[in-house]
């Protein structure tokens, strides 16, 4: 197999996963979720930066040509330096993108009003990068950001949807709001956050567009590999799909199904 690497610090990249095999089920996939030292969304750019490089080179020896770093807060703090100091150490041959270049290049879009609203992790907000990179493509809109640090704890214990999940959505989306009332666009800048979108949706005007990554990184990959038919034609074509987590591999599968959508059965990874 020379599948495509999938990475994320938990379940999260499951979500970005699920719209891959959606629109490019064809080819075959690798996911490795970091669950051992997930969040990464309080830890340090350095801290990030190490955990991403090691979980990287991990999926390169599996023989992935092609990593999708589908962790908004690695893509924030790791990508870069992996793309322009590390990868052509480890294998000048692979190709390691990201999930915020893709979405800041459309995510003008989607607004009527020019003003958007970024639901993100701590980590993906302090870095700054959705400002920087929105910026490049939209410089006319305006950008305000919300740090939500409760949202990835509420779905990785299957909080969600329950009635106590409500005070920390409509607090962070009413903290938010009051900054920018001409926002028509949300943001859902942290791969966890789809799960949460039905209960956003309830405590925002019916005006308002939420937007999840998975489907805009899926529709960017097929592109790129139509544009790339060096990196295309060393991807296998089995259609498989092999799950690992650094973590218990029970505890990993029994809450994976909620981000995947069907039944997972992972293997275990020593980093």
């Known amino acids: 197999m020379k599948p495509i690497g999938v990475f994320d610090s938990g379940y999260g990249g499951l979500t970005v996963?699920?719209?891959?095999?959606?629109?490019?089920?064809?080819?075959?996939?690798?996911y490795l979720g970091d669950n051992a030292r997930s969040p990464y969304g309080t830890r340090s750019f350095e801290t990030v930066y190490r955990y991403t490089l090691?979980?990287?080179?991990?999926?390169?020896?599996?023989g992935c040509p092609l990593v999708i770093l589908a962790c908004n807060t690695a893509s924030a703090k790791a990508l870069r330096s992996?793309?322009?100091?590390?990868?052509?150490?480890?294998?000048?041959d692979a190709r390691v993108l990201g999930v915020i270049r893709p979405t800041t290049e459309i995510i003008g879009q989607y607004t009527k009003t020019n003003h958007i609203g970024i639901l993100a992790?701590?980590?993906?907000?302090?870095?700054?990068?959705?400002?920087?990179?929105?910026?490049?493509?939209?410089?006319?809109?305006?950008i305000e950001q919300e740090a939500c640090p409760i949202w990835v704890p509420l779905v990785e214990n299957n909080e969600h949807e329950t009635g106590g999940a409500d005070y920390f959505v409509e607090k962070h989306l009413r903290n938010i709001m009051s900054r920018d009332e001409k926002i028509d666009t949300l943001l859902l800048a942290c791969t966890h956050y789809p799960l949460l979108k039905k209960k956003i949706e309830k405590f925002i005007p019916?005006?308002?567009?939420?937007?999840?990554?998975?489907?805009?990184?899926?529709?960017?990959?097929?592109?790129?590999l139509e544009r790339h038919p060096e990196i295309r034609q060393r991807l296998s074509t089995g259609s498989q799909r092999v799950f690992y987590t650094t973590d218990a591999p029970e505890d990993f599968d029994s809450k994976a199904s909620l981000f995947f959508g069907e039944e997972i059965k992972s293997l275990h990874a020593d980093l």
Do not use: M
């Open 17 to 30: 996963l699920r719209e891959l095999v959606n629109t490019l089920p064809q080819y075959d996939y690798l």
């Open 54 to 62: 090691q979980c990287v080179k991990w999926l390169l020896e599996q």
């Open 82 to 92: 992996i793309q322009q100091n590390d990868l052509q150490k480890l294998n000048p």
């Open 121 to 142: 992790t701590k980590g993906t907000v302090q870095s700054g990068s959705y400002l920087i990179e929105i910026e490049k493509f939209f410089p006319g809109i305006h």
């Open 206 to 224: 019916e005006n308002i567009r939420v937007v999840s990554q998975g489907e805009i990184v899926a529709e960017s990959l097929r592109d790129y």
